[in-house]
Each structure stands twice: as structure tokens, then as C-alpha cells.
């Protein structure tokens, strides 16, 4: 299963609305989750089964979708927030990841 | 607190071989199922490949590029994961983490660079 995320890179002001992007080559059902990667540091879950958000992340993350297209939702971006973001499903071997967006502030 | 700490990484030339290790602590690690995924320099995620718990049973999992040169093993005794790799190629460059988890990333360690190159 190949995944795929648009677009490449974000560039948003603190405060506004970031919309990530991303899409199955074959369905995954909800079997999706989301990794934020801060510069310099590993990766970490925010959102799993396309929707639920992982302990101890903001509720400004949101995550949806189900099938072969989600969505990444970062409502009131912050200076914090600059990060790549990957997709990943997990509903069959070989688990992927999509290539990533990189949220950038503005 | 739980902690991955991987260690091997370094310079090898093409067609050599390297074995990673991780020392786990701060979890039961018999029970849990661990991998390995590589971040190339400057590139995104790649899963290389899991292993079960003994209690889950089953096949250790490779993804396709590393499947037949690549071995992942276990010593529960001693808390430890390895990774041992062959046939290397500059393909095989990335920095390699040590992860707990089935099908989502739980931990990471920090991660061990490896480099091939002539």
C-alpha cells in the first residue's frame, strides 16, 4: 500500500487553520495514524485509528477520514507546531509511511 | 521510564555487513513486539521490519528492500534487539531506530547512523 501526502509543504501563521492531507493507495479502513517528527527529535503518534488522538496531545490536532483519504487538522497553529507530519496505515504488511508535509510558520 | 538505546551504527563499505543492537529498559520487553525503522538523511520513514513476542507467536516481518539481507533477532534474557544486516549498499544509509510496538511506534530510541560508503 502505497501512501501518498499533500502538499509537500505548509506555511501557515500562528493561529490559523492547518488542513494535511493524506491517501491510501488501497483502503485501510481506519487503520491510519498520524506521527508529528520536530526538528532534531524522533517521531511521535498524535492520532491513531484515523481519528483518536493520542495521551497527551492538544485537542487542536484532529484527525478523520476512513477508506483511502484523511485528513491531518491543526486548528490555531502554533510556533510549537513546526514539524514534518507523517501518515501511516497499519492495516497489513508492509506498514508504510507517506512521504511527509513539512508545516512551516509564516 | 523506558528506554531504547541502539548501538553498531557506523561506516561500512558495499557489500558488508553490521549488526545494531538495543538495549531495552523501564517495560516488560519479552512481552512486547519490537522493530526497526530507518530515516535516510534529510528523508522520511521507512519501516524495516518487527518482531513478535514470544507469547504473540508468529513471523518476524521485513519490508522489501532489506528482506534476505537483513535479520531481526531477540534476546529476551537480556532485554536486547538486533538488527544484522549484509549485503549493504548506499541505499542501506539512514539512521536506524530501535521501536516497541506492533503496528504503531510506542518508543523510539535516538537512533544509530549507519553509512555505506567506499
Known amino acids: 500500500i502505497v501512501m501518498t501526502q499533500s502538499p509537500a509543504t505548509l506555511s501557515v501563521s500562528p493561529g490559523e487553520t492547518a488542513t494535511l492531507s493524506c491517501r491510501a493507495s488501497?483502503?485501510?479502513?481506519?487503520?491510519l495514524a498520524w506521527y508529528q517528527q520536530k526538528p532534531g527529535q524522533v517521531p511521535k503518534v498524535l492520532i491513531y485509528a484515523a481519528s483518536m488522538r493520542a495521551t497527551g496531545i492538544p485537542a487542536r490536532f484532529s484527525g478523520s477520514g476512513s477508506g483511502t483519504g484523511f485528513t491531518l487538522t491543526i486548528s490555531g497553529v502554533q510556533s510549537e507546531d513546526v514539524a514534518v507530519y507523517y501518515c501511516?496505515?497499519?492495516?497489513?504488511?508492509?506498514?508504510?509511511f507517506g512521504p511527509g508535509t513539512k508545516v512551516e510558520i509564516k | 521510564e523506558v528506554q531504547l538505546v541502539e548501538s553498531g551504527g557506523g561506516l561500512v563499505k558495499p557489500g558488508g555487513s553490521l549488526r545494531l543492537s538495543c538495549a531495552a529498559s523501564?517495560?516488560?520487553?519479552?512481552?512486547?513486539?519490537m522493530g526497526w525503522v530507518r530515516q535516510a538523511p534529510g528523508k522520511g520513514l521507512e519501516w524495516v521490519g518487527r518482531v513478535p513476542s514470544e507469547a504473540a507467536g508468529g513471523t518476524t516481518d521485513y519490508a522489501a528492500p532489506v528482506k534476505g539481507r537483513f535479520t531481526i533477532s531477540r534476546d529476551d534474557s537480556k532485554s536486547t534487539l538486533f538488527l544484522q544486516m549484509s549485503g549493504l549498499s548506499t541505499e542501506d544509509t539512514a539512521v536506524y531506530y530501535c521501536?516497541?510496538?506492533?503496528?504503531?511506534?510506542?518508543?523510539w530510541g535516538q537512533g544509530t547512523l549507519v553509512t555505506v560508503s567506499s
Open positions: 521501536t516497541s510496538g506492533s503496528v504503531l511506534v510506542d518508543f
Open positions: 523501564g517495560f516488560t520487553f519479552r512481552n512486547a513486539w
Open positions: 488501497q483502503r485501510v479502513n481506519t487503520d
Open positions: 501511516q496505515h497499519y492495516n497489513s504488511w508492509p506498514l508504510t
